[in-house]
């Protein structure tokens, strides 16, 4: 059985680390957060201190850092993996970077016999725990074929949806235009029940069992109504960075998102005033402008 690294031990590297953990693989991490490292050893990880050492004893490593300069820094860097991997071995690219960025980590890798898997996910801080994430995986057939145990020990369905670096963050790209769009339009709803007198759970009732309802929509106003604005999991900065990645990419292609544009600039107000809050406290701003707010 492979031994597998994961840098990163957040909301989402803590559950790849759980699960890979749970299926019996020999799992070593990296995190800044010293609290993260305890949780991660406590749940049977082996600690390491840069990540040149999780390469040393990983045959498959999962980067789950916030933005492309970290996954460079950790992959590329003077400590970072390229330095420690054999030959034959995988990093698997799992944090939302942008998709030029994936490309050039992939070619500064070329000649060193490391593999890329380009594979951003989908299913949040509970599918990453549940061990039931959406992977979109680009790389080759026979890379992906190797890496298959790996990566299905922390998710339940997974794409391949090219063979190149980037293709992984392409599409992550587009289905995060979608769901910030989900999500927004879900907070504006919940703000026009409220100020409309309808109950939360009225509105959750119909909305969950509607042609409208789906989880990400049912679970932005779960959290609405139970005014769950922190701690759920969901930090409205990476939706924030999410939706920055897809605006970045439809300017390079002349497509215009007017929808997720305007999703952008809610989840840019809800950051700047609860730069704490998770994504639903976009809602927020909204309830302050209107004076009333949904709860159960």
Partial sequence: MKKVGVIGLGDMGSGLAKNLISNG????????????????????GN??????????????????????????????????????LKSGSAVLLTATIM?????????DLMGSGIELIDSPVSGGFPG???????????GSDTTLD?????????????????????????VKACLQSLIGSIFTATFEASALAAKSGVSGQVLYDVFSTSGAGCGVAN?????????????????????YKDLTIAMDMAREHGVPLFTAGTAM????????????????????????IIGAGLAR
């Fill in 47 to 84: 600690s390491a201190t840069t990540a040149r050492e999780v390469g040393e004893n990983a045959d498959a490593v999962f980067v789950m850092v916030m933005n492309g300069d970290q996954a460079k820094a950790v992959i590329l860097g003077e400590d970072g993996l390229v330095h420690s």
């Fill in 265 to 288: 600039q809610l989840f840019q107000a809800g950051k700047t005033k609860h730069p704490d809050g998770d994504n639903w406290v976009v809602t927020r701003v909204i309830e302050d």
């Fill in 146 to 170: 190797e890496f298959r145990p790996v990566m299905e020990a922390v998710s339940k369905t997974i794409h391949r949806v090219g063979t190149e670096a980037g293709m992984g963050q392409t």
């Fill in 99 to 107: 998709a030029g960025e994936a490309r050039d980590i992939a070619k």
């Fill in 219 to 239: 679970t932005a106003l779960e959290n609405i109504i139970d005014r769950k604005f922190e701690g759920t999991g969901s930090h409205i900065a990476t939706m």
């Fill in 25 to 44: 693989f020999e799992t070593t991490g990296l995190d800044l957060s010293p609290e993260r490292m305890l949780a991660f050893a406590e749940m049977g």
């Fill in 128 to 138: 990453a725990q549940s061990g039931t994430l959406t992977m979109m995986a680009a």
